[in-house]
Nanobody, 116 residues
Framework: QVQLVESGGGLVQPGGSLRLSCAAS????????MAWYRQAPGKRREFVTS???????NYADSVKGRFTISRDNAKSTVYLQMNSLKPEDTAVYYC??????????WGQGTQVTVSS
C-alpha cells in the first residue's frame, strides 16, 4: 500500500519559515520524481516545486529564492523548506510522487497558514 504522509504545516507570521516533510512508503522512492503542489481556498491546485531522482529541481516563479526542495532517499522523505513566507502562500500543501509508466500518488495535504 502506497502512502505519502505530509507533516510540518501550521500557522506562521509573514516573513517566517516552515519546513514540510513528506514520508513515502510502498514505492521505490529513489526512482520517483517528487513534487509539492498547493491549493488555496477557491483556487485550483498549482505546482510549487519538484525534484528528480538526479536531484534536479524546478520551482514556480512565485516561490523561487524563498522555497527549497530536497530529498533523503535513505529516509524515503522529501522536504520543503519555506522561508520569507507571505500571506499568499497560505494553502493546503500536497506531496506528489510520479515515475514514468506507473501510477502517480498524492498525499493527504497539510495546511499552511501565513497570517499575523
Amino acid at each position: 500500500q502506497v502512502q505519502l504522509v505530509e507533516s510540518g504545516g501550521g500557522l506562521v507570521q509573514p516573513g517566517g519559515s516552515l519546513r514540510l516533510s513528506c514520508a513515502a512508503s510502498g514505492i521505490a522512492f529513489s526512482t520517483y520524481i517528487m513534487a509539492w503542489y498547493r491549493q488555496a481556498p477557491g483556487k485550483r491546485r498549482e505546482f510549487v516545486t519538484s525534484i528528480t531522482r538526479a536531484d534536479n529541481t524546478n520551482y514556480a516563479d512565485s516561490v523561487k529564492g524563498r522555497f527549497t526542495i530536497s530529498r533523503d532517499n535513505a529516509k524515503s522523505t522529501v522536504y520543503l523548506q519555506m522561508n520569507s513566507l507571505k500571506p499568499e502562500d497560505t494553502a493546503v500543501y500536497y506531496c506528489y510522487a510520479a515515475v514514468s509508466s506507473m501510477p502517480a500518488y498524492w498525499g493527504q495535504g497539510t495546511q499552511v497558514t501565513v497570517s499575523s
